[in-house]
């Protein structure tokens, strides 16, 4: 049973920082690409960052220069740095993973966790 568990949400003054990790477990966690996602309410969900198997990432605008996606292979734990938080930010975030970039860009992962939220008030 593939199982992805995030962690690390709370709430946050504009301007602060908050560290999400997913731990993953029930599968070759390496062959698998990675990202964040994100959804406020009354909004659709948007993709965040992204991470594939041999570590390169891409972000979306809005967070370019913000968030840094990483992963630990060791630990089977992707993370999620964010810096520089704005109200904006404020959505419940959760982390994905497919075989494949594209469909887990698409926003149609296979593999989904339960989320963690995240507040920024300002």
């Known amino acids: 049973q593939v199982q992805l568990v995030e962690s690390g949400g709370g709430s946050v003054q504009a301007g602060g920082s908050l560290r999400l990790s997913c731990e993953v477990s029930g599968y070759a966690y390496q062959s698998y690409c990675m990202g964040w996602f994100r959804q406020a309410p009354g909004q659709e969900r948007e993709g965040v960052a992204f991470?594939?198997?041999?570590?390169?990432?891409d972000y979306a605008d809005s967070v370019k220069g913000r968030f840094t996606i990483s992963k630990d292979n060791a630990k089977n734990t992707l993370y999620l740095e964010m810096n520089s938080l704005k109200f904006e930010d404020t959505a419940m975030y959760y982390c994905a993973a497919d075989s494949n970039w594209y469909t887990l860009r698409a926003g149609n992962a296979h593999y989904w966790g339960q989320g963690t939220q995240v507040t920024v008030s300002s």
């Open positions: 991470i594939d198997r041999d570590g390169d990432t």
